[in-house]
């Protein structure tokens, strides 16, 4: 699947304040690795690089878009191409940081474990996760993809919200960590734009649906899916759409060896 990084920063001050609440957490003095994963055009990573400018920071990401874009505009950090699920660095982390990344990925219940694993004595696994799955911004999309007209071509790509409840990373995590910090934050976000919504999801839940279409068939999904979006979330009367988004947090730290 192709990525754009131009429309996924069309609102990149409201994806990148979860990162930057997600890193006020993390307490940690002097790093000497840091992997910034899923580090799509490399602004968390840099932010992680200035915060910590002795440490040897690595952005990982699928997306060779995103990471053209990344090297031109942070030549100073490495970047690597490749799979988190099949992450497996020669020098383990201080920390591991995620924003907005490992939702796309199944199996948390291996995938956190083996996070866990690439971490030092005394190292920080810090995600943060949207959780806004069953939202209408989402819910829309999947009933769209599943209807008589789209369910050959997309139905496929309906599949069971990724990211679990709290409760549930609590019952996984904790007994593989010395603390554990977790928390669920709903932005109630002020976009503009005729239709703002679509504007956010064609950056990301949207995008595999458009990849999977050819043709007219691309311009004709996406133009029902605004047609419904408009009505989830109106344009008020200043020209602005309120996208309430949800986004669950987790901050683990491994005991000191």
Same mark, same amino acid.
Request: charged share 20%; net charge negative; hydrophobic share 40%.
């Given at each position: 699947?192709?990525?754009?990084?131009?429309?996924? !920063?069309?609102?990149?001050? !409201?994806?990148?304040? @979860?990162?930057?609440?997600?890193?006020?957490?993390?307490?940690?003095?002097?790093?000497?690795?840091?992997?910034?994963?899923?580090?799509?055009?490399?602004? #968390?990573?840099?932010?992680?690089?200035?915060? /910590?400018?002795?440490?040897? #920071? $690595?952005?990982?990401?699928?997306?060779?878009?995103?990471?053209?874009?990344?090297?031109?505009? !942070?030549?100073?950090?490495?970047?690597?191409?490749?799979?988190?699920?099949?992450?497996? @660095?020669?020098?383990?982390?201080?920390?591991?940081?995620?924003?907005?990344?490992? !939702?796309?990925?199944?199996?948390?219940?291996?995938?956190?474990?083996?996070?866990?694993?690439?971490?030092?004595?005394?190292?920080?696994?810090?995600?943060?996760?949207?959780?806004?799955?069953?939202?209408?911004?989402?819910?829309?999309?999947?009933?769209?993809?599943?209807?008589?007209?789209?369910?050959?071509?997309?139905?496929?790509? $309906?599949?069971?919200?990724?990211?679990?409840?709290?409760?549930?990373?609590?019952?996984?995590?904790? @007994?593989?960590?010395? =603390?554990?910090?977790?928390?669920?934050?709903?932005?109630?976000? #002020?976009?503009?734009? =005729?239709?703002?919504?679509?504007? /956010?999801?064609?950056?990301?839940?949207?995008?595999?649906?458009?990849?999977?279409?050819?043709?007219?068939? $691309?311009?004709?999904?996406?133009?029902?899916?605004?047609?419904?979006?408009?009505?989830?979330? @109106?344009?008020?009367?200043?020209?602005?759409?309120?996208?309430?988004?949800?986004?669950?947090?987790? #901050?683990?730290?491994?005991?000191?060896?």
């Amino acid at each position: 699947m192709s990525w754009n990084p131009d429309q996924y !920063h069309l609102y990149s001050d !409201h994806r990148l304040r @979860p990162a930057i609440d997600l890193l006020s957490q993390v307490d940690l003095f002097d790093p000497m690795t840091i992997y910034d994963l899923g580090c799509g055009t490399g602004n #968390v990573t840099s932010i992680l690089s200035q915060r /910590w400018n002795k440490a040897i #920071v $690595v952005g990982l990401d699928s997306s060779e878009q995103m990471l053209q874009k990344a090297r031109t505009e !942070h030549p100073a950090i490495e970047w690597m191409q490749g799979e988190i699920s099949n992450f497996d @660095p020669s020098s383990k982390a201080n920390l591991l940081f995620s924003n907005a990344a490992l !939702h796309w990925l199944d199996n948390h219940e291996t995938l956190f474990p083996t996070l866990l694993e690439i971490l030092r004595p005394g190292g920080t696994l810090a995600v943060q996760m949207p959780n806004n799955f069953s939202a209408p911004s989402h819910a829309i999309l999947y009933e769209l993809a599943q209807s008589d007209r789209w369910l050959d071509k997309l139905g496929h790509l $309906v599949r069971p919200a990724p990211v679990h409840n709290i409760d549930w990373y609590y019952d996984l995590l904790s @007994p593989l960590v010395a =603390k554990l910090n977790l928390w669920e934050t709903k932005y109630f976000q #002020v976009l503009d734009g =005729k239709n703002a919504v679509l504007e /956010w999801t064609r950056g990301t839940a949207l995008r595999p649906f458009l990849n999977a279409l050819e043709g007219d068939d $691309v311009s004709e999904f996406e133009q029902e899916y605004a047609e419904l979006l408009l009505e989830a979330y @109106p344009q008020r009367e200043d020209g602005a759409t309120l996208y309430p988004f949800s986004r669950l947090f987790i #901050v683990a730290e491994s005991a000191d060896a």
